[in-house]
T-cell receptor, first 114, second 115 residues
Framework: GAVVSQHPSRVICKSGTSVKIECRSL??????MFWYRQFPKQSLMLMAT?????????EQGVEKDKFLINHASLTLSTLTVTSAHPEDSSFYIC??????????FGDGTRLSIL | GENVEQHPSTLSVQEGDSAVIKCTYS??????FPWYKQELGKRPQLIID?????GEKKDQRIAVTLNKTAKHFSLHITETQPEDSAVYFC??????????????FGSGTQLTVLP
């Protein structure tokens, strides 16, 4: 089946650091990738949607200058959390789609900002 | 936009009993409804999905029903086992973004199967 690889799985860093998370589709072309954030005991909240070669579309309330998304190829999307602060600590999960359902999820990245 | 409500938030059942989780959605244009099982710290795992052109789908102990008129869908797990314990999320396809439809998730149900 379709495989999505997400790295790193865990990041612990100091406040003010920028963190990059990669999401790769290994065996299909991901024309669309989605980035979600999940706080403890809460649901997945869509942050942004990226289509290959286009600018990402951000959900209301998500700062595009803080969460930089790049989807330069059909197999790779990156999310960069710039100048991260403790309130950005969360579980970030990507998913990828070739235009059909279902989406395929990565394993997630646990981000902890000290 | 799409709004998905999920109930109950917690559900405890005895091993062997059935569990039912219900969701409602608001966007009549939604046409795809997946259910996910998520264990702590892991990715959501698709367990079953249904499209709007069918009313029911079954896969072994798991079934999903869809009522388009009432805009609600339900997950049914029969003969529950302790390994079914997890958080379950429903979702509905919402707005289209480029080539893929976005998913809106319900708030989740913590299912506990008591041995």
């Amino acid at each position: 089946g379709a495989v999505v690889s997400q790295h790193p799985s865990r990041v612990i860093c100091k406040s003010g650091t920028s963190v990059k998370i990669e999401c790769r589709s290994l065996d299909f072309q991901a024309t669309t990738m989605f980035w979600y954030r999940q706080f403890p005991k809460q649901s997945l909240m869509l942050m942004a949607t990226s289509n290959e070669g286009s600018k990402a579309t951000y959900e209301q309330g998500v700062e595009k200058d803080k969460f930089l998304i790049n989807h330069a190829s059909l197999t790779l999307s990156t999310l960069t959390v710039t100048s991260a602060h403790p309130e950005d600590s969360s579980f970030y999960i990507c998913s990828a789609s070739d235009g059909t359902q279902p989406q395929h999820f990565g394993d997630g990245t646990r981000l902890s900002i000290l | 936009g799409e709004n998905v409500e999920q109930h109950p938030s917690t559900l405890s059942v005895q091993e062997g009993d059935s569990a039912v989780i219900k969701c409602t959605y608001s966007d009549s244009a939604s046409n795809y409804f997946p259910w996910y099982k998520q264990e702590l710290g892991k990715r959501p795992q698709l367990i079953i999905d249904i499209r709007s052109n069918v009313g029911e789908k079954k896969d072994q102990r798991i079934a999903v029903t869809l009522n388009k008129t009432a805009k609600h869908f339900s997950l049914h797990i029969t003969e529950t086992q302790p390994e079914d314990s997890a958080v379950y999320f429903c979702a509905a396809s919402g707005r289209t973004s480029g080539s893929a439809r976005q998913l809106t998730f319900g708030s989740g149900t913590q299912l506990t199967v008591l041995p």
